[in-house]
């Protein structure tokens, strides 16, 4: 089941979304080598992605190694002018996809006028999409991440369609929707319903299903009940890229696979870890990557223990540690509740 992104062909219909703080290179990568053969960088503010100009800056936020494509630059921010310099610099930088961020519901973004602001300035939506699709060249797709509105009003409803039905006009080549409104943040249920019904607004336009997507067995069932074209998986991804694998083998119709053994999470972790250590050159990667670290614990038999243990680690030869430490036997892995865990039924 390939997804069309303009002239892209992606094999996958389950994507990397972008992770503010979560998915970078590294992240990105791993995730690839378990079958999300399309992914999102970071959300980079417009301001940042003009004016930063350090070697840090660039090696983290723009140097794309050749195993990470097709890979979309995710930006957000509130002046159409910069927002065109900014689309400028990340075709440069390499980016096969150019994405622009109305979903993000960060009470910074939601207060500096950026992110899920823009739901309900549906003609200040619109004239960053046409700047952005102006400046970005016809090869280069560019495509739009938003959420169902603001709050759970009707006048909301009507404003998140409109940027719906006018982004597309404008040559949007596809859309993430997230069930959830601005107002819930990440709190409360992502509304499939809402989805679907954008889905079958628009047939024949790529739209992408976001939400709720904990577990392969959501992602499949999110392309099932809504009938979009792929899903992006966010948070359901942190420390476990094997939902990529689980959900394709389930979308062919095999079992959901058993959880990795130890002997494989210590090999994907040193991977990580390396990864993390090329991006980030003489500088010590093991703060930054902590929190993916007590992401990865849940699959580990003594979950609490080995959470704990990342928790507290500070330099590389701390992780190396704990690695011997914690999965030196090759036991089993398991798949903890909100990794495998039943989807309720939506509205």
Request: aromatic residues 6%.
């Amino acid at each position: 089941m390939p997804l069309t992104i303009g002239p892209l062909r992606i094999a996958s219909p389950f994507a990397q979304a972008a992770l503010s703080g979560y998915s970078d290179g590294p992240m990105r990568r791993m995730a690839r080598r378990f079958g999300a053969t399309y992914a999102l960088a970071e959300v980079l503010i417009d301001r940042f992605a003009v004016e930063a100009r350090s070697e840090t800056f660039v090696r983290r936020h723009l140097r794309l190694a050749d195993d990470d494509h097709p890979v979309g630059g995710q930006l957000m921010g509130s002046d159409p002018i910069q927002f065109q310099a900014a689309a400028r610099r990340l075709v440069e930088a390499g980016f096969d996809v150019l994405d622009v961020n109305f979903g993000c519901p960060s009470k910074s973004a939601v207060g500096g006028c950026r992110g899920g602001y823009h739901l309900a300035q549906p003609d200040a939506a619109l004239e960053i999409v046409a700047r952005v699709r102006e400046v970005v060249p016809p090869e280069v797709p560019v495509t739009v991440k938003m959420r169902r509105g603001i709050d759970g009003s009707e006048a909301s409803r009507a404003q998140c369609l409109a940027i719906l039905d006018g982004v597309f006009r404008l040559g949007v080549a596809a859309v993430t929707l997230h069930g959830r409104t601005v107002e819930q943040g990440y709190v409360g249920p992502s509304r499939w319903s809402f989805v679907k019904e954008a889905k079958a607004a628009y047939p024949d336009r790529t739209i992408l299903g976001s939400g709720d997507l904990f577990t392969a067995t959501a992602c499949v069932r999110m392309l099932a009940e809504t009938g979009v074209d792929g899903v992006s998986v966010a948070r359901g991804a942190i420390g476990n890229p094997w939902i990529f694998a689980s959900a394709a083998a389930l979308l062919r119709g095999e079992p959901h696979p058993p959880p990795p053994r130890l002997s494989a999470q210590r090999e994907v972790l040193a991977e990580h870890l390396r990864l993390a250590r090329e991006v980030h050159g003489d500088d010590d990667p093991t703060p930054r990557l902590r929190k993916h670290l007590v992401k990865y614990a849940r699959l580990h038999p003594d979950h609490a223990e080995v959470r704990n243990a990342f928790g507290r680690v500070n330099r590389v030869a701390d992780v190396e540690t704990v690695l011997a430490r914690w999965y030196a036997d090759d036991r089993e892995g398991v798949w903890g509740d909100e990794v495998v865990g039943v989807v309720p039924a939506r509205a």
